[in-house]
């Protein structure tokens, strides 16, 4: 069984940067196209970017400037490096192939102050 774990969130103020790393085993990445999700309390959860087998990537709109998604296939690695936070990102990020096959893993919290 896949498990997917994330990691790298945390508290920052507004106008800051976190780097989200995501590992997991075996060879996905090369299989599957790999997103990064959020979801804030009591809404569904979103997808925020992913990228495609071939490099290509893809960004909401929310995303697209701030947010890079990127991965490290040596290492089996997802990351979503987000700069310029605002308040309204503040929710549990996690990641999962698009669209999602595996179990969901903890996720990890990012909360940014105003």
């Known amino acids: 069984q896949v498990q997917l774990v994330e990691s790298g969130g945390g508290l920052v103020q507004t106008g800051g940067s976190l780097r989200l790393s995501c590992i997991a085993p075996g060879s996905i990445f090369r299989d599957k196209p790999m997103g990064w999700f959020r979801q804030e309390p009591g809404k569904l959860r979103d997808r925020v970017a992913y990228?495609?087998?071939?490099?290509?990537?893809n960004y909401r709109d929310y995303a697209k400037g701030r947010f890079t998604i990127s991965r490290d296939l040596a290492k089996n690695t997802l990351y979503l490096e987000m700069n310029s936070l605002m308040p309204d990102d503040t929710a549990v990020y996690s990641c999962?192939?698009?669209?999602?096959?595996?179990?969901w893993g903890q996720g990890t919290q990012v909360t940014v102050s105003s």
């Open positions: 999962n192939s698009v669209p999602p096959y595996y179990q």
């Open positions: 990228i495609e087998v071939d490099g290509r990537t």
